[in-house]
């Protein structure tokens, strides 16, 4: 996947990790969202996707080209259990019915199993009233079941336990390109990024290795201009 941001190209790879750091408010968020399409969060440039340019592409669409955002805060949804929106979205990228109702439960009940996850939630309204641990892995499981091409992880690892982040760790195995959004440096004890950029008032600032991990938990960000 390619995508231009101000006087910048970046592009993620199959089982590539790269981690976009930088101070709350710096545009990190802005940009997982113009990349998934949202609206409100229009990208000048282009991103290309598989050598399809994606960019006039709404939501949906990019979702069913291989396009996944963990969202930093998601929405309840009343009415639609976790279990029937993972299977719509699953559809959706398939471009097809989900086959066998109970195949793909038992599938998620594996899942859930592996990222220690209340399975009721399963049955439950779909971030409804569910504490902000549980909301983080029902989203570590649609990332497990969907199986995205590329997948842009915006705060996922805040407030995440340990199994979840062992399980976040194995995700380079399955050849899935990541943009990993965080301030934190927590996660990089279980993912290794490829690359790390610093971004600071919507701008790229600094680019480079696991080096930049070290310098921003000893001194933050203040040295990045």
Known sequence: MSLKLT????????????????PNGSGK???????????????????????EDISGLKMNERARRGLF????NPIGIRGVTTEQLLRAAKANCQKRKVKGCCWFRNKLLKLGEKINLNL????????VNFSGGEKKKV???????LEPKYAILDELDSGMDTDSLRVLGK??????????IT????VFNY?????????????IVKRGGEELIRQIEQRGYEKFK
């Open 7 to 22: 006087s910048y190209n970046l592009e993620i790879k199959p089982g590539e990790i790269i981690a976009l750091m930088g």
């Open 29 to 51: 968020t802005s940009l997982g969202l113009g990349l998934i399409g949202h609206p409100d969060y229009q990208l000048k440039g282009r991103i290309i996707l598989d050598k």
């Open 69 to 72: 955002l963990a969202w930093q």
């Open 120 to 127: 009721k939630l399963l049955d439950r309204e779909i971030n």
């Open 139 to 145: 989203q570590i499981l649609e990332l497990l079941a």
């Open 171 to 180: 995700l380079k195995s399955k050849k899935m390109g990541l943009l990993l």
């Open 183 to 186: 301030h934190q440096t927590r």
């Open 191 to 203: 993912l290794k990024p490829s690359l790390v950029l610093v971004m600071k008032d919507r701008q």
